[in-house]
């Protein structure tokens, strides 16, 4: 009798435990698409985290984002933004650089000399992401179709080889990350897309080229993803939210597959 209440309480205990733990960062002030997009991504996030028997907290509070704090930590993601502070990019890189694990989306990969995130950190930009600083985008946010360049990797498992996205503004890179050993390059657009966004400007309009849009780093547990920057009635002046980066089966299978991928191999 004792040993089999034993045995219970151990397997309730391990239910109890989360398989890994994750912390996402955001800041969610400079841009009404990507505040629509971390909204979204915390309430996604925690439902899966439920489901998939992980613990995942959000804060826009960065002096968590420091080496203490990241210890009790398997994956970090940044939903918009990345830290500014020395102290704190300093935790991150040594964070990643002893085997922890980050996700990051769309803006969180942004930076432009010249711009409010200058090209001011070249550990991150250039041999972590790989892409060096943003080149350009696609406007308006628009699906495109994808294509999965590696359909062995665990991210990609059960999604197609290709697929439609959700609407979302396209970034191009100043690196061309075929040309680095070190990216694995996961997805990219398809040129069924092309041409790709409405425009106005001639230069938002994509005719040809090739575009990455998931990929990882082999030097470390890493992925970014290129979505998150939803479709909104700016024009209108309603400022609402016309798309759901989280509306699309195939891209959330994808993003749920990552997350476990970092937090639990």
């Not at 435990?17 to 990507?34: C, E, G, R, S, W």
């Not at 998150?228 to 400022?239: F, I, K, P």
């Amino acid at each position: 009798m004792k040993k089999s209440l034993l045995l219970l309480l151990l397997t309730l205990s391990a239910f109890a435990q989360p398989k890994f733990k994750a912390i996402a960062f955001y800041t969610a002030k400079n841009d009404l698409a990507h505040v629509s997009f971390v909204e979204e991504a915390n309430k996604w996030f925690s439902q899966i985290a439920k489901e998939n028997q992980f613990s995942y907290e959000a804060t826009s509070d960065w002096t968590k984002l420091s080496t203490e704090n990241l210890k009790n930590y398997k994956v970090v993601l940044f939903l918009d933004t990345r830290p500014e502070l020395p102290e704190q990019r300093v935790a991150f890189e040594e964070y990643m650089k002893a085997g922890g694990g980050f996700l990051g989306f769309h803006f969180s990969a942004f930076a432009l000399d010249g711009s409010e995130f200058p090209n001011n950190w070249p550990w991150y930009n250039t041999d972590f992401l790989g892409c060096g600083q943003y080149a350009g985008n696609t406007w308006r946010p628009t699906s495109a179709v994808l294509k999965v360049e590696r359909k062995d990797h665990p991210t990609l498992k059960n999604v197609p080889s290709v697929f439609n996205s959700q609407p979302n503004e396209w970034y191009k890179w100043e690196k061309d990350l075929r040309l680095n050993p070190d990216i694995e390059i996961l997805l990219s657009i398809d040129p069924k897309s092309f041409p790709l966004g409405t425009g106005p400007k001639p230069h938002e309009i994509w005719s040809e080229g090739y575009y990455p849009v998931f990929w990882t780093n082999k030097k470390y547990r890493m992925a970014y993803c290129n979505m998150g920057h939803n479709d909104m009635d700016y024009e209108g002046g309603t400022n609402a939210g016309l798309s759901r980066t989280f509306g699309n089966v195939n891209q959330n299978v994808l993003i749920r597959n990552t997350i476990m991928w970092l937090g639990v191999r």
